[in-house]
């Protein structure tokens, strides 16, 4: 069974709108005078995905992530302490981010790829095989939470674009919508967000693109419309409200790495014996609790990810950082 988000929301096909009309008929509107056209359209199915409200039917929970080994953090918590410098380098963003323009969304697919094209994410997650998990997630700063994220795996969006024999790395792009987005103005960081992981990484069954947690159409401030969750290394390398992915051939420098390199390198693998320059990273701070716990290598998913890694010289220091 193919799980959409809230099937309630779609007409019977012969009644949808295709999005070109639905573009076209806003033009008209706006021609007309009508300013709130997100307002005057309620009925129409590609705006009526609503960040926040509930995923019914709630898809199933993937029995081999069911259990994070510690409870789920409430989302009174986690959504109220966030990363997401779009709007601003603090952790209160959650009320700004709800500005932020999340529907319809559409994801671009370009660069080494047979299938790349853009395509909207309704159609998106029609292919997908939707489904709950719960993750770990450690950030560089050295806190961590327990998510319940609803998504589909990043190895069947990889099947889906088809990359070339070329494509040796996958880079994410997030939305800059200048409109919304308070923290493009901070003209000194490098927008928009992009990240990257090699193309071995991104067809391993651990990455996660994210559409929704907590039984929820993803809301604002964890990175609607879509993010990833990468739960075996730090979390700067998740990036939020995707907006295109793109297969390249050489190995992208995200967004921290720019700022940083000596910091933020582009492995990121969670490793509590390799210390960033200004804190160990041998504890983190379960933001449920505060209490101080260890930190496991990959965050505790080596047996799914350390074979990636085999290969790779481990006295390099950018396996970590
Ligand atoms: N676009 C974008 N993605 C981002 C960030 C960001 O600032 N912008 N911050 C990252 C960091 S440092 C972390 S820890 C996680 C935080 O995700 P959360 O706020 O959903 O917990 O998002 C990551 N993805
Ligand atoms: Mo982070």
């Known amino acids: 069974m193919i799980y959409h988000r809230r099937p309630s929301w779609r007409l019977p096909e012969s009644a949808a709108t295709p999005e070109s009309l639905f573009w076209n008929r806003r033009q008209a509107l706006a021609a007309m005078g009508f300013g709130a056209l997100s307002a005057a ?110 998504g589909f795996p990043l190895a069947d969006l990889v099947k889906y674009a088809g990359p070339t024999s070329e494509a040796k790395y996958v880079r994410f792009q997030t939305l800059a919508d200048k409109d919304s987005m308070p923290g493009l103005r901070q003209s000194w960081y490098p927008w928009p967000y992009t990240e990257g992981v090699s193309i071995e990484e991104a067809k391993n069954p651990l990455p996660f693109m994210v559409v929704g947690a907590y039984g929820k159409v993803l809301p604002k401030q964890f990175g609607a419309a879509m993010r990833l969750h990468l739960p ?48 160990s990273q041998a504890e983190e701070r379960d933001l449920a609790t505060g209490d101080e716990i260890p930190t496991q290598l990959y965050n505790g998913y080596g047996e799914e990810v350390a074979g990636l890694y085999k290969g790779l010289d481990d006295g390099d220091r950018t396996l970590w950082y």
Not at 43 to 61: H, I, M, S, V
Not at 128 to 136: D, F, L
């Open 41 to 150: 359209l309620p009925a129409l199915p590609a705006n009526a995905r609503e960040a926040g409200t509930d995923w019914t039917p709630k898809p199933p929970l993937d029995p081999a992530y069911a259990d994070a080994g510690r409870p789920v953090t409430a989302e009174k918590i986690t959504g109220a302490y966030n990363n997401f410098y779009e709007f601003g380098s603090h952790k209160g963003i959650a009320q700004a981010a709800q500005e932020m323009p999340t529907d319809p969304w559409t994801l671009e697919i370009d660069g080494l790829a047979e299938n790349a094209g853009r395509i909207g994410l309704e159609d998106l997650l029609a292919k997908m095989p939707v489904q709950e998990r719960i993750y770990r997630h450690r950030c560089v700063e050295a806190w961590s939470m327990v998510a319940p994220w609803i």
């Open 232 to 279: 075996w290394k730090y979390g700067f390398k998740s990036a939020k409200s995707i907006v295109r992915i793109s297969f390249v051939a050489e190995r992208p420098v995200g967004y921290w790495e720019q700022l940083q390199a000596s910091e933020y390198g582009f492995w990121a693998n969670v490793n509590p014996e390799v210390p960033h320059r200004r804190w």
